[in-house]
């Protein structure tokens, strides 16, 4: 098992910053890519952005690209995403997941991972 908490979520206005972290803990980091899905108010989880087990892969969906920023620190267990400008359209609950090593693979699909966080609040403020 891998436990995953988010943290760094809540109320930020339009155009602000913030950063998500999310720690993990019961089974070796490395062995997993590490992913962000978001689910905003009656709508289905999709996925926003993913790193690879070394981080030498990250795939962003178009809608946030060049605005957000995943990383990770594999020494803490912990992966990040920082989120810069973001807009009204951003607010959703975001979850944090770990799926097994692909490799180069950067994994974009919920059914590529295993474990998941129990999310956290963002909502952007116009």
């Known amino acids: 098992q891998v436990q995953l908490v988010e943290s760094g979520g809540g109320l930020v206005q339009a155009g602000g910053s913030l950063r998500l972290s999310c720690a993990a803990s019961g089974r070796t980091f490395i062995n997993y890519a590490m992913g962000w899905f978001r689910q905003a108010p009656g709508m289905e989880r999709k996925f926003v952005v993913a790193?690879?087990?070394?981080?030498?892969?990250?795939s962003y969906t178009d809608s946030v690209k060049g605005r957000f920023a995943i990383s990770r620190d594999n020494a803490k267990n912990t992966v990040y995403l920082q989120m810069n400008s973001p807009q009204p359209e951003d607010t959703a609950v975001y979850y944090c997941?770990?799926?097994?090593?692909?490799?180069?693979?950067?994994?974009?699909?919920?059914?590529?991972?295993?474990?998941w966080g129990r999310g956290t609040q963002v909502t952007v403020s116009s």
């Open positions: 790193i690879n087990w070394n981080a030498n892969r990250v």
């Open positions: 997941a770990a799926g097994p090593n692909q490799g180069m693979v950067v994994p974009h699909t919920e059914s590529e991972y295993n474990f």
